[in-house]
């Protein structure tokens, strides 16, 4: 039951400290070393690994998207990611040295499936991470990560990608250690603050009210943008996602570097863009991405900036200012995702929507 919140959606995104909890639960030891029981695949095999190819779909797809930033930090593993539907049509090149990570919350999405078993049958392995005990997709594979979510009810994915993140950080912390490629420093610096993390989403669910307000402010938008850089990327597509199936807005994320390609001739008076900032430690990044930002104010846009505890440098251009709890860039997506969730809920709810059953939508796609 929904034990006290308005919707599942609601409170599936207060239990993500917990979930993303559960999901570390055991799997770091003190001594900064990781172990992960259900990788049925041997060190030997994870050494020869060449390539890695994610296959998801929706917000699964998200998760792989910032999953590629850590794991080639890490492992300097070349990594590809690709939306499961379009992934077997193509011909894709894969050998035994291919590792295939299927990405998914359900564990039947047919799309993945579908990839999944083309990938197998082509030689490579296959790696699911998945929310669901005994579901097809990790029963298919090599191996398989659980993220120890517990049940989504809301149709949109919320602790799911948080928990999908989370297990992409282990299994990618978990083949640098196997491999020996970075220092174990980073390894054991990385998780101690992953084993933070939870705290720091805490922390964000606590500082909500000024997003619900301004969602609440917003029922006439027609058409919202989301920008980031790095990983604020695939965030942008994932609170743009949020928003559609939500609110039935249309929204669309766009990576900041391309605006001047095109899509800047999209910003006039009053467009409300959500920009996620990276921190500004990342001091060639952040700069970007404050010049985007002054870019598009100049141009009329209402700005709605989600930046780092500390950073006020945004704050001149920034209509409406938020802060998240500082983690290192790659975790970001842990913190800096929730308000774009809540953002969308709120929205979806205040034009009278069913946030839990958006129109058109199954909690799983079991049709390719
Ligand atoms: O069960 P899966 O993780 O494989 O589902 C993948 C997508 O269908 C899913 O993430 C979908 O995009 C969500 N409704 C997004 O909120």
Redesign the pocket.
């Given at each position: 039951e929904k034990g006290g919140y308005d919707w599942f959606m609601q409170k599936e995104i207060a239990e993500q400290p917990q979930a993303v909890a559960d999901t570390l639960l055991g799997r770091v030891n003190g001594q900064g070393r990781l172990k992960l029981d259900e990788m049925r695949l041997s060190e030997d095999e994870l050494r020869a690994i060449t390539k890695i190819i994610v296959v998801?779909?929706?917000?699964?797809?998200h998760a792989g998207l910032i999953a590629k930033y850590a794991i080639e930090h890490w492992t300097r593993v070349p990594v590809e990611v690709e939306l499961a539907s379009e992934f077997r049509y193509r011909d894709p090149i894969l050998t035994k040295d291919t590792l295939v990570i299927a990405?998914?919350?359900?564990?039947?999405?047919m799309d993945?499936l579908m990839a999944i078993r083309h990938a197998r049958e082509q030689h490579s392995r296959v790696l699911a991470i998945c929310?669901t005990n005994g579901s097809t997709i990790p029963r298919e594979s090599d191996a398989v990560v659980y993220t120890h979510g517990g049940p989504e009810i809301g149709?949109?994915?919320t602790k799911?990608?948080l928990t999908?993140l989370t297990a992409c950080y282990l299994v990618g912390l978990y083949l640098a250690q196997v491999r020996g490629v970075k220092f174990n420093d980073e390894v054991e610096e990385v998780l101690t603050q992953l084993s933070d993390s939870p705290a720091a989403i805490a922390e964000t669910l606590n500082r909500m009210e000024p997003i619900r307000k301004l969602a609440r402010s917003m029922v006439g938008a027609r058409t919202v943008l989301f920008l980031g850089r790095h990983v604020g990327y695939p965030m942008a597509l994932e609170g743009a996602?949020?928003l559609k199936?939500l609110a039935y807005i249309h929204a669309e994320g766009f990576a900041a570097g391309e605006l001047k390609h095109g899509p800047i001739a999209l910003i006039e008076q009053d467009l409300p863009v959500v920009v996620v900032v990276p921190s500004p430690k990342r001091p060639l990044l952040h700069d970007k991405i404050v010049s985007n930002i002054q870019e598009i104010r100049a141009r009329g846009a209402k700005t709605i900036v989600i930046a780092e505890d500390g950073d006020d440098v945004v704050a001149p251009y920034a209509d409406f200012l938020f802060h998240v709890p500082e983690l290192p860039i790659l975790l970001q997506p842990l913190v800096a995702t929730v308000p774009l969730q809540v953002f969308a809920a709120e929205l979806a709810d205040a034009l009278g929507y069913d946030v839990d059953q958006p129109r058109n939508?199954a909690?799983?796609?079991t049709v390719e």
């Open positions: 998801a779909c929706g917000t699964a797809y990405i998914s919350q359900s564990g039947e999405t993945t929310n149709v949109a994915s799911a990608f999908q996602l949020k199936e939508l909690k799983s796609v």
